[in-house]
């Protein structure tokens, strides 16, 4: 599973089982022997950063049921949900906020100029072949620079074809669930010549999301349902695969997206009735080829076009002519193109240049209609060898800032160092020591910059600076109760400075400014274990835990100083335990959060309470005649525990969802 992660440059002893010839440079490759866990989370055990890693199958038995829901068995991972099937979905790695984690959809990062932040609901776990989460650099140097641009990373990696056994294969599933949550998905995957595959998938998802909850009113309690929270989604994908020779690689992908969704707005008393509706469309088209020159040279070229609408809307009295509309445009044009040289086994160099223009308009930014030019560099060195693993980069970014109309937000430019490594001290043993630091920086984002009502052309870019250092250790025992083992131990630091917020100067008028500094320290744990308990039988557990301190230590005088930054759970974690075997597989799962504050400002009336919450899967798959059959159940808080991740912004309780997915 963790090939794709760990056979380029791992630092371990050469055992290669069997010659198998490169079907793109022709040539016979011995590889290194590496450390693959078949079960829990795999993560690279190697890594000199933090990296977690999940497949598909896993995604099955920890009985996950959305992409938010899987990174929230992520460590050191926040994640910001407004409740309901396709409701808005972020998430802040480390306490470092949203717009520092780097999303990229099948090697190329997906950006967002007007928030910095993406939604993740956009995306469906149907199409997803692994999701990983590297924290810090990663290990693999032949990247664009943008997408180590960031101070996290988050990778979604589509599903390959597969075309052993015949030239084509079919995929159909639906499910179904509570609160009218309806989704049918559909895959083609066509071979069209020996060198040459052709993909294409499309969902529809609609769901009400009228679920109850309890409303607390004094010594009154009622039982309420949400309303105005409608969403209906169709997305689609076609991909195209081709091996120009026999040393390059060819991939071609077009998107769109498209949403409507009603917004419920805060639960407020007094005042159910919420009116507000957006709509979100979203094209992208990308390219990516890699090759090999000669026997020490590779080179990656990426290209892409982006193209992103959204329509808000509101009505009311409060608006001149009874409603209030605004629309945004984004467009963006990327270029990237990355060199690696490979001397020898121990030693690669890469060197990686990206270009993009983004353009922005809007009727909410007076007119002002604008752009940025940004140019990324990196320069990486990579050394291996048995027991070390170091890597170093220096990133330069230059953020070249315009606009059409009006004044024009300041440009910003800066060289952002990293280092990393790994060591292992015994020969015998997959146990390793890492340490690794990481300079970064973001700009403001358009909407922070020219927003009407709070923006400001001369905020400072926020500077992170990351420290981490951690342990690992994996043991595999085939044939024993205890298969599989492995954990990783986390510690870090994370110094934030000129943090970028919004404050007010009353209820309708605010403004962005630099908040001084943010210190943040942590411990990230994770477990995997595998254990056998019979033939066909095994237990398979999984378990993460984050420890935070996040504090505000901008100004000694202040109130606030020292205190818990907002949405920051002093302790977050997950578990989940499967049992696998010839009848019906299950698992069950918990993920749990301590207690957070949703202001500054740590009175009682603004302290979220904690919560625990737990689920079941039953699946079972089974061949009926040429169809593979795939059957699942998910119980969702079957504990029926009524909790918000965002204040006013209630949870659904106890839900069903129902899957069955046939393959030709």
């Not at 499910?175 to 009218?180: A, D, L, Q, V």
């Not at 937000?409 to 060591?423: G, H, M, T, V, Y």
């Amino acid at each position: 599973m963790l090939a794709a992660c760990l056979v380029a440059f791992a630092p371990m002893e050469m055992k290669a089982q069997q010659q198998v010839t490169d079907t793109i440079t022709g040539k016979v490759h011995v590889i290194d022997e590496v450390t693959v866990s078949t079960t829990g989370r795999s993560r690279n055990v190697i890594s000199t950063a933090p990296t977690q890693l999940v497949t598909q199958k896993q995604l099955l038995y920890q009985g996950v049921t959305d992409l938010s829901d899987a990174l929230r068995r992520f460590s050191g991972v926040n994640v910001r949900d407004y409740g309901g099937a396709g409701g808005v979905k972020t998430i802040s790695v480390r306490s470092l906020g949203s717009q520092h984690t780097a999303v990229a959809y099948d090697g190329i990062t997906i950006t967002d100029a007007q928030s910095g932040q993406i939604d993740l609901s956009r995306f469906s776990l149907d199409n997803i072949r692994s999701l990983s989460l590297t924290i810090g650099d990663n290990d693999d140097i032949f990247l664009p620079a943008r997408t180590v641009a960031s101070a996290a990373v988050l990778r979604l990696q589509t599903e390959v074809p597969d075309f052993a056994e015949k030239t084509y294969r079919l995929k159909a599933e639906v499910k179904t669930g509570s609160f009218g949550m309806l989704n049918p998905y559909l895959r083609y995957d066509q071979q069209l010549g020996q060198k040459v595959s052709l993909s294409a998938y499309a969902d529809y998802l609609r769901a009400d999301n009228q679920y109850p909850f309890r409303l607390v009113n004094g010594k009154y309690v009622t039982i309420e349902k949400r309303n105005n929270n409608f969403i209906e989604t169709y997305r689609g994908e076609l991909n195209l695969t081709a091996h120009t020779s026999q040393k390059g690689l060819l991939q071609a992908k077009a998107y769109y997206y498209n949403s409507f969704r009603e917004l419920p707005g805060p639960v407020i008393l007094y005042n159910s009735v919420n009116r507000e509706k957006e709509t979100d469309r979203n094209f992208f088209a990308q390219l990516h080829y890699q090759t090999l020159l000669g026997s020490m040279w590779h080179l990656q070229l990426n290209g892409k076009f982006n193209w992103t609408y959204t329509h808000y809307q509101d009505t009311g009295n409060q608006y001149p002519g009874g409603m209030l509309s605004n629309y945004y445009y984004q467009r963006e044009y990327y270029g990237s193109g990355t060199l690696m040289f490979t001397p020898d086994d121990h030693w690669a160099i890469a060197y990686a240049a990206d270009y993009a223009y983004n353009n922005f308009n809007s009727n909410t930014t007076a007119g002002v209609r604008p752009y940025r030019n940004t140019i990324l560099q990196t320069l990486t060195a990579k050394y291996q060898s048995k027991q070390w693993l170091l890597t170093a980069r220096l990133l330069a970014s230059i953020y070249d800032n315009g606009a059409k109309n009006g004044a024009a937000s300041k440009s910003a430019n800066r060289l952002s160092p990293s280092i990393s490594l790994s060591f292992k001290p015994f020969e015998h043993q997959d146990l390793y020591l890492r340490a690794s630091y990481k300079d970064i920086f973001r700009v403001a984002t358009f909407s922070e910059n020219y927003y009407a009502r709070f923006s400001s052309r001369d905020v400072n870019p926020e500077i992170a600076r990351q420290y981490n250092v951690g342990i690992t250790y994996n043991m595999m025992q085939p044939g024993v109760w205890l298969q599989n083992f492995n954990i990783t131990v986390d510690g870090y630091y994370n110094k934030v400075k000129d943090k970028i917020v919004a404050v007010p100067f009353n209820m309708f008028f605010w403004t962005i400014i630099n908040l001084g500094r943010v210190d943040i320290w942590g411990t990230d744990l994770n477990v995997d274990a595998t254990f056998r308990l019979a033939k066909n039988h095994q237990l398979l557990f999984n378990a993460a835990y984050t420890l935070q301190r996040a504090a505000n230590m901008t100004d000694p005088k202040s109130a606030y100083y020292k205190n818990q930054i907002v949405y920051t759970p002093k302790n977050s974690g997950s578990a989940s335990l499967a049992w696998e075997n010839p009848w019906v597989n299950l698992a069950l799962h918990t993920t749990m959060s301590s207690a957070r504050y949703t202001v500054e400002d740590h009175k009682p009336s603004n302290r979220l309470p904690g919560y625990g919450e737990w689920g079941a899967s039953l699946y079972r798959s089974f061949s009926f005649r040429s169809f593979e059959v795939v059957t699942r159940l998910d119980g969702i808080n079957l504990g029926n525990k009524q909790y918000s991740i965002v204040k006013s912004y209630p949870m659904p309780g106890r839900s069903f969802k129902f899957t069955i997915s046939v393959t030709i």
